[in-house]
Structure formats: C-alpha cells, structure tokens
C-alpha cells in the first residue's frame, strides 16, 4: 500500500499487473481504477483481463477469476479479454499481453499474423492494434469516463500465493540483512568522505552490492519459488554483498576510531536515539562509562554485553573502562514443578517443562498478557499440502493437522546478570532439531527468542504462537514505508481470505490502553486470527525444490508487552533495534560524541543517508509512520551551505528549503516520504 506515492514519486504515473485477477475466492471488482496509498497518493492501476472467451452456460468458468500475461493473441482471447473486463463504463481501450513469458520466448511467428489479422474486423470480436503499454496508458487517460473512475484504497491483497512470505526462509533473511547492511555501509562512507575527504566515497562498489541485491529480489528468487540450483548461487551473491559491506565498513571503522586504547566506539546507524544491550567482544572490564552514567558489564560465551543509554542518532559514542561496584542480578529464577518462576523488573513469568509460557504477568501495568488457559512461545508443525504450486501457495485448510513441538532434551538457564537473564532450551522433533536462548533484559521490555532450527521436515509449516488477551478487532502490520490495519475477524469472504498476510519487522495488537508487538529479524508471514498472535517461520514446499528450507536457519523473533498503543510504545523504533544491532569497534573516535543527523520527533524515520549519485551533496531520505502530520526539525552535524527536495530519483522537485546554520524544518504529511539533498559547508 506504499507503492503508488513509491512510484509517483519515481516518476511513474501508471501501474499494470495481472495476477490480482488470480484471487482464490473474491473477484477483485475493477481492472481499471485509481490505486490510492497510505498517504493519499493515488496512480492509475490496469489490470491485465485476458483469457479465453467464455461460452455461455460454460460451468467450468464458473467462479474462475484467473486471467493470463501469456496470451496467445487468438479471436477467443482477444473476445475473452473484453468479456472479463469489469469496467466498459469507464473505458473501452483494453490491454492484452501476448507471447511465452515464463522462462522467456516472447510472441511467435503464429502470434504477430493472428495479431496482423486480427487488426481486421471480425463479428463479435474487437480489433486489435500494437502499441506499447505507456502508449496504451495515454490512451486510457485520454478517453476514459473519469466520473467514472473507481477508487481502491489501500493494499492490494493476493488472495493466493501467500507461501511466497515464507519459503526458502535463509534466502529471505540474507535478503533483509543486505538491505540494512547496504544501507549501513552508504552511512559509514558518506560520514567518513565528510569528515576526512582522503576516504573516497565508494560508489562503484556499492551500485554493484545494491544491484546485485536487487538481481536477488527477482521473482522467483526472493519469493523463494525458484528451482535448487538458484539458491546455490544467491548464497555466493549474498555473501559477496556482506563481504564488500564488512571491508568498506572495517576500513572507515578502522579511520574513524583512530586512538587505539582500551576505549570502545559504539555506533548507532538508525536514525533515533537509543537505549539498547551492545555487544563488546573481549573486554575485563567490569563497567563502561560515557563520562556521565556508569555501565555494569556482563560476561556471556558470546563476549562482554552492556545496557548503553543515549546512543546518538547516525552518530556514534565513546565508552571507556571504568571501576565500580559489581551488580547485582535483577533477575530471580526458582524451580516450579518441572518448570520455572522467573521474576523480572517488568514481568512475573510462568515457564512449564515444554519452555512454553503458561503465565506472562505485566507487574507495571498490572494485567496477564496472555489469554486464559493458553501458553506463549507455542511452536507448533502444520501438514502443508496446498492444492497445486508448492513453493507459492499455502491454502486455507493448513491449520487442519498440526501437532505441538516437544521433545524437550536439555532446559537450563545460561546466563543471569546485570544486563540479562537467558533461558537456553533444546528440541528434537523427528530428527529436526530446535534451540532457542530466550534473552530477558533488566532495563528493556522486550523478550527475545533467539532460534536455531536444522530443519528435516518436507511439505511442513512451523510456526510459533502467542495468544494474546487484548480487546482489538485489528491488528497493525508493518511494510516498507508506514503500515497497514486488517482485521482480525472473518465476517465477509475477503476478511476469511486473510488467513495469511505479509508484514515486515513488526505486528501489533492493541485496545486503548495496552497492546503487544511481534517482531522479527527476517520474517514476513503472518495470521492474528482470534488473537492469536502468530509468526510463520519455515514453510518447506517440494516444487520446484524438492529440498527447499531443508537447512539450517538462525533467525530471533521478539515479543514486546507495551503500556499504550504501538505508536506511544516506540514500537517502530524497538523493532528497528532488533534487526540493526548497535556495533562496538576498538578504539577511541576523535571526539567522545558524534550525533551526524537526527530529527526531533519520533514519529518521523529518518532512514537513508547517502552520497548523491552525481556526487552533489547528501541524500538524507525520511518518512512519517504514524499517520501524523508532522512540523519536524532535521538537524547536521555539520553546517548545512544549502538544502533541496527531490524525488526518489535525485531530481530536484522543489525551490531550496530553509537552512538555519545547521537545521532544517519542514512539515511532513502522513505516511510521506520526504528525500532532500543537504550540502553542508565543508
């Protein structure tokens, strides 16, 4: 639902697909209509209508929404096409898309003369012409009934194909991991060419990591349809992205914190201030400080951890070893039965001999978190056996069979400190093995479930369960740029069809005053249903990939209690934390605090920061989240010379904004994304 501000904003004023028609219940009611965003952008949307002719009477037709982009340029289809189209008031130009599109061929011989032919009047049968499908758009534009142009506001739901947000998991999680670590390594080299002009922007090498990317999210790669040998070699391609974003990294890390000492650089890439657990690798330390608030560190197998407070928005702060009393624990652990209490500064928590969750109770906000005689962190195994495509579908009737995830083989707490508690526990289900570290923070509300899975299983689902006890009939969903609400009950066949939706870092349920947010690191299937708040994790399909997600698979999944709704609990900005870890480097910067770029409010994402392709200024990209007109202040380091708007594409939209030394005010709508070119005076 992004996507039209997304393209007007690129400079594409028309969108043309087909597989919406695929709808496996609902006839999507328009094939020419005006597609409105989130933020009130609207495009306008053709959808292709071709398929054969449907005689009357003809029953197999009944029902059948589906039409094709591989059309054979025939009379049938040609008189099919116009029959399916919906909308002969408004419009009576069509587009039909002709030739073998899967795996390539295009038109041939026998299709270009029936088309020759065809551009000839036929009884009953609509002349057909060549054009190119922005041809075909002018047109539209010219002659259709505007009056009566609908509008469909907000996503638009494939009511099918909803395996694609799971398969081939590994191959979604370096997707996600490439996105932000490019992001990242554009940071870092336009921090370090600013601030010492000998460190050349590297711009070749990241337009390749970028458009190799991009290769990647082809379909069918990314959706996770694509035959075994494909993986094979994403696999090498996303290590190549990571390898060249660890070098420009390490190497602009390594200038940056020049003094080399005991002292450690932590830098903070998002674009908010924040308080977050930091990994310091090898340190005897027994506390951090950052000149003003004293840090207790913690000794774990993965290295030294501290809680750091006030981390500068894509900037960076300098801690140094300090003395200081050793901290007590705030976490207290007693056995229950086979299970375990677990006494935490926000929660008293129930754990049975399974790991799952019997009890959440919120002491803050004095209520249980879940529903009556149900349990958290339930991982449960669904028979996948969808009616046709595999890799792509996941049908209704999955839920059917299902059994719980047990096997519990070894349960033990392995950490409890200062900073925080971890419950470590290790499944075996048929030979798949799952291990999970629950991390509990003393000073973060967030609970994080930390998972391994050697997956054996083939045509199977695994999916984990929270079940929620929030009064909402609707959940928020994340996707790029803002978020959407669907609802929760399945009154009309559309609500039922959304057994299955697509989200991205985070959901969330919440009644007026209360509310809990599932995030994740590289997960993008969801289902509320009942509010039940559920994650799907692995779905292993076997075609066209007889193995597909038979591997290994490291992801962490989180679950975030929260006083209010999602947007009073900083949800956003705590998913954000989960999926860019703050990373500590040896070493001293030159100054204790760097604070680059920020905005001062919190509903506002302040997102890219990079070179300008034509190596004019910075490109800083932010975006409104919580549909909330916004006078936001964006602030610089450095002193800013000028300041521009553009599109997505660099160009420059609008006359040059107000600067006042180093801070720029701008309002920004809900929902928009804003993209300005900053020339500081350096």
Known sequence: AALPQILQKSGIPYFMTTKIGWNEFNRFPHDTFLWKGIDGTEVLTHLISTRNYQKPGDLKMVGNHSTTYNGLQNASQLMGTWQRYQDKDVSTEVLTCYGYGDGGGGPTEEMLEQSRRLEHSIVECPAARQTGVKEFFHILEDKMDKKRLAVWDGELYLEFHRGTYTSMAQNKKYNRKAEFKNGETELYAAMASLLDQKYLYPQEQLEHSWKLLLLNQFHDILPGSSIHEVYEQTKKEYAEIAETSAKLIGERMEALCGTKDESVTVWNTLGHRRNDVVVLGETAAEAMTDGTTVYPVQQTKDGAIVYAENLPSKGYQVLRPTSGAAAETPFAVTEAGEGYTLETPFYTIQIDANGEFTSLFDKENDREVLQSGTTGNELRIYEDKPLQYSAWNLDIFHTEKSWKVEGVRRMEWTENG????????EREVMDTVIRQQIHFYAKDRRIDFETYVDWKFAEHVLKV???VDVHSDEATFD???GNVTRKLHT??????????VCGHKWADISE???GVSLMNDCKYGYSMKNRVMTQTLIKSGTEPNLTADQEEH?????LYPHAGTWREAGTEQEALNLNVPAKAVAGAAEKDRMEFLSVDKRDVVLETV???EDGDGVIVRLYEVENARTKVTLHCAEAIASA????????????????KENEIELTIKPYEIRTIRIRTAK
């Open 418 to 425: 200062p900073v925080r508690a971890t419950l470590e526990i």
């Open 465 to 467: 369960h929270f079940p």
């Open 479 to 481: 996707i790029q740029f």
């Open 491 to 500: 009154n009309t066949s559309w609500d039922q069809a959304r057994f299955e």
């Open 512 to 514: 007026g005053s209360y």
């Open 554 to 558: 490291f992801f962490t999944y989180s």
């Open 610 to 612: 990079k070179k300008a």
């Open 644 to 659: 521009e708007e553009t599109d997505l594409l660099e160009n420059p939209i609008e006359d040059a904004l107000d600067v």
